[in-house]
């Protein structure tokens, strides 16, 4: 089992950036892939980033592909999701999840292990 615990969300501007940080506790994080999902009011959660046990595969959503960027440091046990050029439509509450069974990607189901969430909002 895995306990995750998200930080590093807030309030910025449009354009601006912001860093967020998943802090997982265990000697097994290495063993799991690991995903960003977020939620906005009356919207369902999606994946927006995810990547690999070790890295070297990495998967965005289209809304934030080449503006986030996920990576992971097994020794911290971290996982990381940079957000640049960020909109309003970003505005959301962003969640790390741990992924032990690798049958899917995009969807909350395919993901065993959640944070707690933290808010991310993003003025025009």
């Known amino acids: 089992q895995v306990q995750l615990v998200e930080s590093g969300g807030g309030l910025v501007q449009a354009g601006g950036s912001l860093r967020l940080s998943c802090a997982a506790s265990?000697?097994?994080?290495?063993?799991?892939?690991m995903g960003w999902f977020r939620q906005a009011p009356g919207k369902e959660r999606e994946c927006v980033a995810r990547?690999?046990?070790?890295?070297?595969?990495?998967y965005y959503a289209d809304s934030v592909k080449g503006r986030f960027t996920i990576s992971r440091d097994n020794a911290q046990n971290t996982v990381y999701l940079q957000m640049n050029s960020l909109k309003p439509e970003d505005t959301a509450v962003y969640y790390c999840?741990?992924?032990?069974?690798?049958?899917?990607?995009?969807?909350?189901?395919?993901?065993?292990?959640w944070g707690q969430g933290t808010q991310v909002t993003v003025s025009s």
């Open positions: 999840a741990a992924d032990s069974r690798f049958t899917g990607v995009l969807s909350p189901s395919d993901y065993d292990y």
């Open positions: 265990g000697r097994t994080f290495s063993t799991y892939a």
């Open positions: 990547i690999s046990r070790r890295s070297g595969n990495e």
